[in-house]
């Protein structure tokens, strides 16, 4: 089946891929690059980073291809990869790094060598702080919420959070950010 465009439908790459067409898989991922990489952005520390989670998102939709139902969209579905595998970026992140604090680093005699450019704006600055202490669930519902402003369905559909634990979630998750932010006040 080809579309009007002459570029064959997602169902099509993925019945060709299934067929054994990596080229095929291919076309697929190039389709669906820039939205990866744009929602994967929003959790990635650096570009080092947003290229790890990008190619896990695609190696595994690869491999478990077999198993894209055809229910719903294939946007749908990578997008839902690339959800999770943002969460997993953010809960290993959250429990690889070591929590100091800024004192506890001028304490023990710690001095930057260079000093930091200013940040554009204060209160921005402290809203980056704030999210960056969040746990990785409250991160996750607050950026697919606030920053990208998706539909309370729209979060449900890639987390597999009913619409109640959403709406739970981002009004407790909402609460501890509010708490961070005048904390810093």
Known sequence: MV???????????VADTLGGNDRAYGDL???????VFGVASRFARDAAELEDICQDVFVQAY???RQFRRDSPFEHWIMRITTFKCYDYLRKRKRDSPAVSVDALLE????????????PHPQLERL????????PKERLIITLLELEERSLQEISALTGWSIAN??????RARAVLRKLIQNQL
């Open 29 to 35: 991922a190039a389709r669906y690059k820039s939205r």
């Open 108 to 119: 023990s005699g710690y001095e930057p060598s260079a000093p930091q450019a200013p940040a």
């Open 3 to 13: 579309s009007a465009d002459s570029s064959p439908s997602d169902e099509q790459l």
């Open 63 to 65: 491999f478990k291809l």
């Open 128 to 135: 980056h702080t704030a999210l960056a202490q969040l746990s």
């Open 166 to 171: 959403v709406k739970v979630r981002a009004f």
